[in-house]
Each structure stands twice: as structure tokens, then as C-alpha cells.
């Protein structure tokens, strides 16, 4: 498995943020929570703009002394969803042409982020590992997502092959998910007309190893080679 010099999320994604903007285009980081900036998700997003569901974006976690870094894509409501909400809703969380997750999905299914993944597979010596979430707007009254109602799955991706991990998706029309053998099936899963109801998050993540102790010795990927070995391939549906 591949070691870190980051010891938490928002040390990597700040320190990736200011790569990347200093080489490329404006980044920012983005904490999904900022009262606890250290220990939760965070997101390195091609824009100033907030929120930045729209966008393909950089991805860091971390779980006991893992921290997985990958690629982060969201699919927003339908537009006749959408009309059951306010006008922050329809603005701001109405998938519509503009959103990455276009572009992903049809890439999805032709082949090109199965290209990805190899690359990250092959640089890394680690398979990727593929998680769905997919949650209701809880009401009316409230534009959020939260844990309530909250379906996922998870996959090992391995050359091609998925492999199941984590099976929550509990509505039984829904098992083609869980079931699926290939990317294409992901995909054609993702095409579902009743998904205009539901948001629905992917993730494609490798573990990294933090170390304890000195990080000042060993082979610790820091910004370049995370960039260079498991974020640029995703380049395409991001930026």
C-alpha cells in the first residue's frame, strides 16, 4: 500500500489546492465540515464557486490511519424533482446541462474511466475502490441530504473487474445496483428515470497508509505523486 506524508485531509487537500492553482487553473479547498476542519471530508474543487455540486472534484478522507484520495462527481435533482422545492433548489442542486456529471456517465459507459482507473491501478499497486451513495431530499423545507433514507455500495475495481464490498441499498428495485459486473452496468444503473428524485454520489478512492513517527525517511507520496499517479487521470471530468 501506497504511505503518506499528509497526516489528514485538509493538510493534503490545502497543500494539492496550492499546487495545482500555482501550475494549472484557480483551486480551492473546501471542508465538508469547517468546525472540524481536520477530521472531516474535503473536497479540492476547480472554482470559487460554493456549492460546488456541478463540478468533478478531488476528494480526501480519512478512516483510522488510511486516508483515501480520489475523485468525487455528484448527480443533482431532476428538473420536475426539483420543482417541488425552492428557488435555491432549482438554481443550485437542478442537474442540468453545465454539470460534470454528464460527461462522466457517457465516459463511464464508453470505456474512458475505465482508462482512468488502470492508470490509478497500475501507479499506485492498489485497486480502486468505488463507493455509491445515493440519499432523498428529506422535504420540502429542507434542502439537505443527509443520512435518513441513505443507500450505498461499494466496489473493488481490479482491471476491469468489480468485486462488491458493501452492500446497503436496501429497495429491492434497486438490486441491479449491488449486482452490477461492470462499469457499464454501474452506469446503465445510473440512468434510471427514478433516480430524478435522488442525489446520488460516486466516489473512486485508493487507501493511503499515513505512518506514525518521523515522515522524514521512506517513500511518502506527497503532492506531486498523488497528483501525478491518482488524481490527474481523472483530469478529464474535472477541469
Not at 475502490?129 to 420540502?140: A, N, T, V, Y
Not at 452496468?185 to 466516489?203: K, T
Not at 478512492?205 to 506514525?212: A, G, K, L
Request: aromatic share 12%; with cysteine.
Amino acid at each position: 500500500m501506497v504511505r503518506t506524508q499528509f497526516a489528514d485531509p485538509m493538510s493534503a487537500a490545502r497543500t494539492l489546492t496550492k499546487y495545482l492553482t500555482d501550475r494549472h487553473v484557480k483551486f480551492s479547498a473546501r471542508p465538508f465540515n469547517p468546525h472540524r476542519p481536520e477530521e472531516t471530508v474535503w473536497w479540492v474543487v476547480p472554482s470559487s464557486e460554493w456549492p460546488a455540486y456541478r463540478f468533478g472534484k478531488y476528494t480526501f478522507w480519512k478512516e483510522s490511519s488510511l486516508l483515501w484520495c480520489g475523485f468525487n462527481v455528484e448527480k443533482g435533482l431532476g428538473s420536475c424533482a426539483a420543482k417541488n422545492y425552492g428557488t435555491r433548489v432549482i438554481n443550485k442542486m437542478t442537474l442540468s446541462a453545465d454539470w460534470q456529471w454528464n460527461s462522466f456517465l457517457t465516459d463511464l459507459r464508453e470505456g474512458k474511466v475505465a482508462e482512468a482507473l488502470n492508470q490509478v491501478q497500475h501507479a499506485s499497486q492498489s485497486s480502486v475502490h468505488i463507493i455509491i451513495d445515493i440519499s432523498p431530499m428529506r422535504d420540502r423545507d429542507d434542502h439537505d441530504f443527509g443520512t435518513e433514507g441513505l443507500h450505498n455500495a461499494s466496489f473493488q475495481y481490479d482491471a476491469g473487474d468489480l468485486t462488491l464490498l458493501v452492500n446497503n441499498v436496501s429497495d429491492p428495485a434497486w438490486q441491479e445496483l449491488p449486482a452490477a459486473l461492470s462499469l457499464v452496468d454501474m452506469a446503465d444503473w445510473c440512468l434510471r428515470p427514478d433516480l430524478e428524485w435522488f442525489w446520488v454520489v460516486v466516489n473512486m478512492v485508493i487507501p493511503m497508509e499515513i505512518p506514525s513517527g518521523d515522515i522524514s525517511t521512506g517513500n511518502l507520496w506527497g503532492e506531486h505523486e498523488i497528483f501525478d499517479h491518482v488524481l490527474a487521470p481523472f483530469k478529464p471530468w474535472v477541469w
